[in-house]
């Protein structure tokens, strides 16, 4: 888009005139262009056309009222169609309203009761009177009472939600059969709205079909009224012929200004930061911007939204912001995605859409601001308060536990030297598990918030990993776990700490079995990687990589977002520190740590670390 310029006008201070409205002689003050009028109208009357204005005049009053006429009628024939359609929204948006009332009332009730649960799990002292419980459930079977509406009562699937809900509001009045039955009883409440949910879908689409049949109904009946005076307009038509001669004059310095005003915009819209598209109610894109088109090179004019132009991370974004029509300015959320087929090319979005009318058909302006350096900021912050949480806290914990939990090791070795009962050797097995457990606990928060400096070395990858496994014979030996190693046929050097990365494979094994059935084998694969960028490795350069596989139980969405959290743990007795230890050791080192994984089809943990040193400068 070209910046509309004029050279030969300049501003007063001698600036150069970017862009100057044109304005036309009507909106001219009378001081401007009001002689300039006079003059024209004298002419005119000059050449006899005066006399033809008493005909204009009548033809004009007649049209006027004609379409005084029309107008009348349109609107009560509009009226009358909007209270039709009106009537079976109201209808319809009761029903979803209530439906929408209905399930947060029942999301209420069942977190209150599941709070009791846990509470009573939990062995909590119980107040003698339930009364938030209680509120909801009152509150959930008032709305209950709509569902005896004589319209609803015929129809057998709003029936059997009331009849489910009830027994469920009778299941969480008693806690025990809470404990039995409420998952269940919730389950298929839950499952009947999500049936009425979709039937009301539906329902929606009947109305909307209906809707469009009564409007054009409307629409051919407002035609013929509209021919009827377009054809007494005809009568009046040669009188206004003047009257077009100029505002044919005047329509061409407007569409002048309308192109310096279009290409003024359009400049404007080049220059954002941020990628624009407009995408038309077919799912096409329309026009974009510079910004759009480097974040989607092989994209085109023309394209849907649902080609395949881009890495299927950015498909999915694109999609998913255009997957439903907006009515105001809407935040989408914020993506972070691969714009191209390298998956450490992640960068952040926060997508917005606007309504945007595209040949009078609802379309959206899609709006996608690169926020990727705001978002590594925050992630920064966030984790440099957490490791200063830490700190405070292992501090505290070494010196309140770490002394006393030495004593309490030796007074109990010394019991056990001190008695054969089976029963009494029993519990001081207990004991000493619990002190090891706190041990581990003592010792992992203190070198997670006391970060240890790197020790570089030359070393061979496949000679640290073997090493590892040394380490954690004793456990492969207990759960009879296989080991097999597609290791890189080729030494892979480079200058590493060969101590903590032992330490960062030892943990990912020792994970990899544990979630492993007994007997079932781990992966352990060596090679080298291709050029990568971003993702906390900051320069670009041949890595070399470790994959660790088991087939385990795998992890799902929630527990993925959460490994690397301090503390977090799916673990009976886990510290939750072990993956957030290895993610900052791999850090150190330049690398980065990524995982792949689904439930109950296993977990690929794989890491990787630059052949040269190139210690990271996170705190």
């Known amino acids: ?334 993506w972070v995605c691969s714009i191209d087929d390298e998956q450490y090319n992640e960068r952040s979005f926060d997508v917005y859409s606007s309504p945007l009318t595209i040949d009078n058909e609802p379309g959206q302006i899609l709006t996608l601001v690169d926020v990727t350096d705001a978002a590594k900021a925050e992630e920064v912050a966030r984790r440099t308060e957490a490791l200063a949480a830490v700190g405070q806290a292992s501090a505290q914990v070494a010196h309140e536990i770490k002394n006393p939990l030495g004593s309490i090791r030796l007074g109990v070795s010394m019991l056990r030297d001190t008695t054969t009962d089976k029963e009494a050797l029993n519990t001081i097995d207990l004991v000493e598990r619990g002190i090891n457990h706190l041990n581990k606990l003592v010792v992992d928060v203190t070198q997670f918030s006391r970060r240890k400096p790197l020790e570089l070395i030359p070393a061979d990858l496949n000679q640290i990993v073997d090493a590892s496994l040394e380490l954690i014979a004793d456990k492969l030996r207990e759960r009879r776990t296989p080991i097999e190693k597609n290791y890189f046929q080729e030494k892979i050097e480079g200058e590493w700490d060969a101590d903590q990365l032992e330490q960062v494979f030892v943990n990912l094994i020792a994970n990899a079995i544990d979630a492993s059935r007994e007997g079932e084998p781990v992966t352990i694969s060596t090679g080298l990687a291709s050029e990568i960028g971003g993702n906390g490795v900051p320069s670009r350069g041949r890595l070399a990589r470790v994959q660790i596989t088991d087939t385990g139980t795998g992890m799902d969405e929630a527990t993925h977002a959460r490994i690397y959290e301090p503390f977090f743990s799916t673990k009976k007795r886990g510290t939750g520190l072990g993956l957030a230890i290895v993610k900052q050791i791999v850090e150190q080192h330049g690398g980065a740590i990524n995982v792949e994984s689904e439930p109950q089809k296993g977990t690929t943990f794989t890491i990787d670390l630059p052949l040269k040193s190139q210690p990271s400068v996170k705190s």
């Open 1 to 334: 888009m070209l910046e509309d310029r004029d050279k030969t006008e300049t501003h007063d201070e001698g600036g150069e005139v970017v862009y100057r409205r044109v304005v036309l002689p009507d909106e001219a003050p009378d001081g401007q262009n009001g002689g300039e009028r006079r003059r024209h109208g004298l002419r005119l009357g000059e050449k006899g056309i005066a006399p033809a204005l008493t005909p204009l005049v009548v033809g004009f009053a007649l049209l006027l009222v004609l379409i005084f006429l029309l107008g009348y009628l349109s609107r009560n024939k509009l009226e009358e169609a909007s209270r039709q359609i009106l009537y079976l929204e109201q209808g319809h948006a009761e029903k979803s309203t209530r439906l929408l009332e209905f399930r947060m009332a029942l999301t209420r009730l069942d977190n209150e009761a599941r709070i009791r649960e846990q509470a009573r799990a939990r062995g909590e002292l119980m107040p003698p009177f339930e009364i938030r419980l209680n509120t909801a459930r009152e509150e959930f079977r008032k709305l209950l009472l709509w569902l005896d509406n004589a319209e609803l009562a015929r129809q057998q699937k709003w029936r059997d939600l009331k009849r489910d809900a009830e027994e469920y509001a009778r299941v969480t009045e008693d806690s025990t059969r809470y404990s039995l039955e409420g998952f269940e009883k919730f389950r298929l409440v839950d499952s009947r709205l999500d049936d009425l949910q979709t039937e009301m879908k539906r329902e929606q689409e009947a109305i909307g079909r209906a809707s469009a049949e009564i409007q054009k109904s409307a629409e051919r009946t407002i035609r013929l009224w509209m021919l009827i005076a377009l054809l007494t307009g005809v009568v009046v038509a040669v009188g206004t012929i003047w009257e077009v001669q100029r505002r044919f004059r005047q329509m061409r310095e407007s569409m002048e200004e309308a192109r310096r005003e279009r290409a003024f915009s359009s400049q404007m819209l080049e220059g954002m930061v941020s990628a624009v598209a407009a995408i038309d109610v077919h799912d096409r894109i329309r026009s974009a911007n510079h910004t759009f088109f480097e974040i989607f090179p092989n994209a085109k004019i023309g394209d849907s939204v649902h080609d395949k132009f881009a890495s299927p991370a950015a498909m999915k974004m694109l999609e998913s912001a255009t997957a439903s029509r907006v009515v105001e300015a809407t935040y989408r959320g914020r």
